[in-house]
């Protein structure tokens, strides 16, 4: 009786530091987790308990993307900040840019943090917090493109085959503005480096996609550049279930907190050099 006891306890220890989903080997048995106190629990309502779940999608440097096995960049570090404010351990879920606010719906995730645009059609489905970064839409060409402008996408007859990742403000905004206009074809891919890609080899003729991971693509191929016009000013927020406010205000108050202290600021500028 006593070793089935043993046994379940080791089991109930093994399942409660897995609980924040860590795909980390088992609990190591010399855990003192029997005569320590555990440390202060939330109150809070959490998709898994003790955890803030973070919802994002890692191709998008420098807010997420992958280092190795981990992901890292400034909505990783925000959120990171955030948790150890409300006393949660930070998971981050991986998953495709359009799946984002239905898991912040599901409440299969806390919060969204993946360099997203506030947006009236988003705030139907989701509450943003505030706002903690601004991005711009900017426009990719090959060197030698006859695209010069953003007026250069509007021009009459214009017919480019624009590349953008799915559902993102780029290409909502390019949907609505040019193709719906017959302006142009509209070339959607799960990630943006792909759509650079499709840029390189000639598929596209341009993307549209925000500034800085456009920066980061561009610095790692050869022969593009960023146009100086700017298509569209955004304001990026974490987004969140609008059936959660006691976590969705203490989730804004820690963020309000550490955009007043200086810390998103600090951890922002650690990742972006200021121009
Ligand atoms: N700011 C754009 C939007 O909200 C693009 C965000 C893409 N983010 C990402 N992690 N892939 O639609």
Do not use: H
């Amino acid at each position: 009786m006593k070793k089935l006891f043993a046994l379940l306890l080791t089991l109930a220890m093994v399942l409660s530091l897995a609980a924040c989903g860590s795909k980390e080997e088992p609990a190591k048995t010399e855990e003192p987790a029997k005569t320590e106190e555990p440390a202060a629990e939330s109150e809070l309502t959490t998709a898994t308990k003790g955890c803030l779940t973070m919802a994002t999608n890692a191709q998008f440097p420098p807010y997420e993307y992958y280092e190795g096995d981990s992901i890292v960049g400034i909505d990783a570090e925000i959120a990171g900040a955030i948790a150890e404010k409300l006393g949660l351990e930070l998971v981050i879920e991986d998953m495709e840019f359009d799946s984002i606010i239905e898991a912040v719906k599901t409440g299969k995730a806390d919060i969204g943090l993946a360099g997203m645009t506030v947006t009236p059609e988003r705030q139907e489905s989701v509450d943003f917090t505030e706002t903690y970064a601004t991005g711009v839409q900017v426009i990719i060409v090959t060197e030698d493109s006859a695209i010069t402008s953003v007026d250069d996408l509007f021009a009459e007859g214009a017919s480019n085959v624009i590349g953008v990742q799915r559902n993102t403000t780029g290409d909502l905004y390019t949907t609505w503005d040019l193709e719906d206009a017959g302006l142009a074809t509209i070339d959607r891919y799960s990630k943006g480096a792909d759509a650079v890609q499709a840029l390189k080899t000639g598929k596209v003729d341009c993307v549209v996609i925000d500034n800085e991971p456009a920066k980061a693509f561009v610095a790692e191929v050869e022969g593009l550049k960023i146009l100086e016009t700017e298509y569209v000013l955004e304001d990026y927020a974490g987004a969140m279930s609008k059936d959660n406010t006691a976590l969705y205000e203490a989730v804004n108050a820690a963020l309000q907190e550490l955009i007043a202290d200086g810390t998103v600021k600090t951890i922002i500028d650690s990742y972006i050099s200021a121009q």
